[in-house]
Nanobody
Framework: QVQLVESGGGLVQAGGSLRLSCAASGSIFSINALGWYRQAPGKEREFVAAISWNTVSTYYSDSVKGRFTVLRDTAKNTMDLQMNSLELEDTAVYYC???????????????????WGKGTQVTVVS
């Protein structure tokens, strides 16, 4: 089993920045992909970004490309999401997810990940 714990959420003004972090523990040797997802009120969960465990590969949704950056700290077994130029539409609960395999784009967008964190709230205000 893999445990994932998100941190760093909060309230931020539109145009501002926020950095989320996800700490992985447990059977981390089995992980090949880490990802961020988000769910806004009344909406379905949405893929945000993913990074391979060895940091070689990254993948972003079109809605955040150029504004968000996904990073891995291999020494700390953490994954961060640096969010810049935040927009009101970025308001959501952000979830960290992990999978035993690196997926194709369709699979990432489908949200079929093996492990999930409990989420952290990000609220962007004007």
């Amino acid at each position: 089993q893999v445990q994932l714990v998100e941190s760093g959420g909060g309230l931020v003004q539109a145009g501002g920045s926020l950095r989320l972090s996800c700490a992985a523990s447990g059977s981390i040797f089995s992980i090949n992909a880490l990802g961020w997802y988000r769910q806004a009120p009344g909406k379905e969960r949405e893929f945000v970004a993913a990074i391979s465990w060895n940091t070689v590969s990254t993948y972003y949704s079109d809605s955040v490309k150029g504004r968000f950056t996904v990073l891995r700290d291999t020494a700390k077994n953490t994954m961060d999401l640096q969010m810049n130029s935040l927009e009101l539409e970025d308001t959501a609960v952000y979830y960290c997810a992990a999978d035993r395999e690196w997926k194709n784009s369709h699979s990432f967008h489908s949200g079929a990940m093996d492990f999930w964190g409990k989420g952290t709230q990000v609220t962007v205000v004007s």
